[in-house]
């Protein structure tokens, strides 16, 4: 990143020198010439330094807040050194770019006026290099992540066996081919708590969650997939379950165990979860390349689960709900759309780590109640949308209208605020008050900002649970309690709950750091 950061300061330097020249503007004398590059290399020298010096508290000021050991040093000889080596490189590309157009203006200086034959020369040379990039590089490295992807998709994880129970998705009897679910719909149907688990923990008797996915690899499109999952969950008997839930996965397919596993304790197993799979290459890959994907694939389950559910009795009927993590959630959040579910509307959903480009959610945060953070907005009068993150912010004891809906998301998600603006325009959750998990050392700047969120995207989840993009079992149990309101649950059945899922930094001991926060 620091790489990049410095070719692109170059660059812009360069051209600025250009535009100078372009314009036929008078250069400096040879002393001033002189004294400039002396001050800006005494500059550029002092910044090095001091970012040097102070990379390793930088660092640690973050991993502090995320409760990860500290750091003794951040190698600071050997990332300038990887800086170094891919700034040249850029450099040099850029530097062979300009070369070239200088050579094409030469040419067409021949037929052309100067000052139109360098314009058309530099277009030419920008439109080659975006073709190149675009059509050569990004599709060469889009094509071997699908390969690999795809690979890592035929995989079965230990202890994942084909179902034998014939009322179980994937089994011999099942209308689902267990060899076209996919690694991740794998996990998802061979994984989760049994009965007996759930009866251990909370002492009452439970049913056998039901779990049904379909795999990108079942033949057809997104309505055929979605008829095969809807005819799965008749034959397993879903629609008699209490809740419902149509869940879309992140873009590999993966569903957050952390989510499906609590509901199905919150409510003794009788409920039915379905999803389908869209992608199999990580989220913040499908999101660049084309995110609709889970649009469309949420809205084609919807359609055809929503379509049968309105069929039936609404005092026999589940209650049915929406989920998303991730690109999930950009998918699904528009699939139940208000205006043509408004006569029988779904009774709510819950969404974590929304991505930069939901908008739904962007228009709910852009219209936030005034003095509420950007990070935890409170949303009119909070009766149909509430925000949550580490701390339960959901009001238990605030009335909640018909239908309910959550939004989980950390201030420190690169995933949900990331935007491109952030290369020329400060955003709002930099501003104060910051997040609990936002470095007070993040400051920001032109270009350099968008360089640091746009790197974290694909490590947003090299954090620890409760952080960045990953949502922790405690934060979907406030949420699916505010959602779907499980009866026969006291305080303290909930936080037994939360320290069945508990991991190290999940405990109450580890998250006494993060300070209450009051949007009022």
């Not at 070369?99 to 034959?117: C, E, M, T, V």
């Not at 007996?196 to 996915?213: A, Q």
């Not at 605030?398 to 950390?410: D, F, L, T």
Request: with cysteine; net charge negative; aromatic share 10%.
């Amino acid at each position: 990143m620091s790489g990049f950061s410095l070719a692109i300061g170059y660059v812009v330097g360069v051209l600025a020198t250009w535009g100078w020249s372009f314009l036929e503007l008078p250069n400096p004398g040879p002393v001033l010439a002189r004294r400039s590059r002396q001050i800006c290399v005494t500059l550029v020298a002092i910044v090095v330094a001091i970012s040097i010096w102070y990379a390793t508290e930088w660092q640690n000021s973050i991993r502090m807040l995320m409760e990860m050991p500290p750091l003794e040093s951040t190698a600071p000889f050997r990332f300038l050194a990887i800086a170094l080596l891919v700034a040249f490189i850029l450099v040099s590309i850029a530097r062979w770019m300009i070369r070239l157009g200088a050579y094409l203006s030469n040419l067409l200086q021949r037929y052309l006026p100067r000052r139109i034959a360098i314009s058309f020369s530099t277009l030419c040379v920008l439109v080659l290099g975006l073709m190149i990039g675009n059509g050569v590089i990004a599709r060469g490295l889009l094509q071997a992540a699908d390969r690999l992807f795809l690979q890592a998709d035929l995989l079965i994880d230990d202890g994942i066996e084909q179902p034998t129970l014939d009322l179980a998705c994937g089994s011999e009897q099942s209308l689902v081919d267990w060899e076209a679910i996919g690694r991740r719909g794998k996990d998802f149907i061979g994984g989760g708590p049994k009965p007996e688990e759930i009866e251990r923990l909370t002492g009452k008797p439970s049913k056998r969650p039901i779990r049904v996915y379909v795999g990108m690899r079942t033949d057809g499109d997104d309505h055929a997939r979605a008829t095969l999952a809807l005819d799965e969950l008749k034959r397993e008997g879903a629609f008699d379950r209490k809740i419902l839930i149509i869940a879309t996965p992140t873009g590999t397919g993966w569903l957050d165990e952390s989510a499906v596993d609590t509901i199905e304790y919150l409510h003794h197993g009788d409920t039915a979860i379905v999803s389908m799979q869209y992608s199999y290459l990580p989220s913040w890959i499908t999101i660049l390349v084309d995110p609709s994907r889970s649009k469309r694939s949420a809205t084609a389950l919807f359609d055809q689960v929503y379509a049968y559910w309105t069929t039936l009795p609404k005092e026999e009927r589940p209650q049915l709900y929406l989920f998303g993590l991730s690109l999930g959630a950009f998918g699904c959040e528009d699939a139940a759309d208000l205006m043509e579910t408004f006569q029988d509307p779904i009774q709510g959903a819950v969404w974590s780590g929304p991505p930069f480009p939901s908008r739904q959610w962007a228009s709910i945060v852009s219209s936030r109640n005034a003095g509420t953070p950007v990070w935890m907005p409170t949303f009119r009068d909070q009766s149909m949308v509430r925000f949550t993150s580490q701390q339960n912010m959901l009001k238990p004891g605030k009335p909640w209208g018909p239908i309910r809906n959550v939004y989980i998301q950390h201030a420190s998600d690169p995933m949900v605020w990331f935007s491109p603006s952030l290369a020329w325009h400060q955003p709002e959750w930099l501003s104060e008050p910051r997040g609990p998990d936002v470095s007070p050392g993040l400051r920001w700047y032109p270009i350099v900002t968008f360089l640091q969120i746009a790197f974290d995207l694909p490590m947003a989840t090299s954090v620890p649970l409760g952080y960045g993009h990953n949502y922790s079992p405690s934060s979907y149990i406030d949420a699916w309690v505010a959602v779907t309101q499980p009866e026969g649950w006291s305080q303290t059945d909930l936080d037994r709950l939360c320290d069945h899922f508990a991991t190290p930094t999940e405990s109450p001991q580890a998250s006494s750091p993060i300070p209450d926060f009051d949007p009022s």
